[in-house]
């Protein structure tokens, strides 16, 4: 089923941005398996954010990779930890994540739109 029809003002509002994982941890306290990533946005500083993609993906394999994120979301906070970004994924037909990424190498920071 498709979401309702936004308007181009509301999708304007989404801070979609490029950034470089540096740092994995396993998240013991999560309800689901989950990893605390750290993210450098460049510019915009390092950020955390909690990401369920430990079935796919080793945390050896995720650092220095790059990724899509959402940055202008609330903090959210999970168990003992608060997620300052929405990693951007696609879930598989068993709700694995596949993480969405640049095609090519680009600047942390880097907005999309």
């Keep these: ?17 490029t950034g470089t994982i540096i740092s994995v941890s396993d998240f013991e306290k999560a309800k689901n398996p989950s990893y605390q990533l750290e993210i ?4 915009l500083g ?3 954010s909690s990401a369920q993609i430990t079935t796919l993906y080793r945390k050896e394999d995720l650092i220095g990779k790059q990724i899509l994120a959402v940055v202008n979301f609330p903090k959210k906070q999970i ?6 970004c ?6 598989g037909t068993d709700k694995e994540v596949t ?11 880097m907005s999309v739109g």
């Design 86 to 91: 929405l990693v951007l994924g696609v879930y």
């Design 1 to 17: 089923m498709i979401k309702p029809e936004i308007s181009w003002g509301d999708f304007e509002k989404i801070d979609i941005r």
């Design 40 to 43: 450098d946005f460049g510019d």
């Design 99 to 109: 993480l969405l990424t640049p095609s090519l190498p680009t600047p942390n920071g």
């Design 46 to 48: 390092i950020k955390k």
């Design 79 to 84: 168990a003992n930890f608060f997620s300052e």
